[in-house]
């Protein structure tokens, strides 16, 4: 299974002769991750349609396109994020997520300090019934580098669980501005772990 989207028919050829030899657990894994860019795509384009699930974003500089806004080549946000609750083994609906940005040039934030007043928030939304939070953040086909975090409140979710709200902070470099970034949350009330999807 191939994403062919935005490919040329070379490239598709390219890239399953190149996994023609995968192990059949690496291939599984590698036709789960395709699998996961056609499903997204095809959300995308129904979310786009219509906007059921509330979110906010906020007026900020994060744009570095030359492009009127409107204009922008992505068909969604730079950052976007979605929640499963794998301990019920299902997308988390309902959880509050907030977007900040670290604005405080004097100094990026680190492990050591603790002033938190530098962070920006970008948007906010609710997770709808697929676990996916509504646009976070404009469409732009370039986002500024910078220190990125973004937060879910997993205590109103789950108040028994032992975490009241889990903050997720990523970088994102100069030489990365016209990537996506998906940053999701698996959850349980006991454990939380997250990766860079696609």
């Excluded at 996994?19 to 590698?30: D, G, H, K, M, S």
């Excluded at 492009?67 to 068909?75: F, L, M």
């Excluded at 676990?131 to 879910?152: E, H, K, T």
């Amino acid at each position: 299974m191939i994403c062919a989207s935005g490919r040329t028919a070379a490239e598709v050829l390219a890239e399953l002769k190149r996994r023609y030899t995968n192990r059949p657990i690496v291939e599984l894994e590698a036709a789960a991750q395709e699998e996961l860019k056609i499903t997204e795509l095809r959300l995308t384009k129904l979310f786009s349609l219509e906007p059921t699930v509330p979110s906010t974003t906020i007026e900020g500089p994060t744009v570095q396109s030359d492009k009127a806004a409107g204009s922008s080549n992505r068909s969604r946000p730079p950052i976007t994020t979605h929640v499963l609750d794998i301990a019920r083994g299902s997308p988390a609906s309902g959880i509050e997520v907030h977007l900040e940005m670290w604005k405080d040039c004097s100094a990026p934030p680190s492990f050591n300090n603790k002033d938190f007043s530098g962070w920006e928030t970008l948007g906010y939304s609710v997770t709808n019934n697929d676990g996916r939070s509504g646009q976070l953040m404009d469409i732009v086909d370039n986002i500024a580098p910078g220190f990125y975090r973004i937060s879910f409140n997993t205590g109103k979710y789950a108040p028994a669980g032992f975490f009241p709200y889990v903050s997720i902070i990523f970088e994102i470099k100069e030489n990365q501005a016209a990537e996506h970034f998906h940053v999701p949350l698996l959850h349980s009330p006991f454990s939380f772990t997250t990766y860079r999807g696609s």
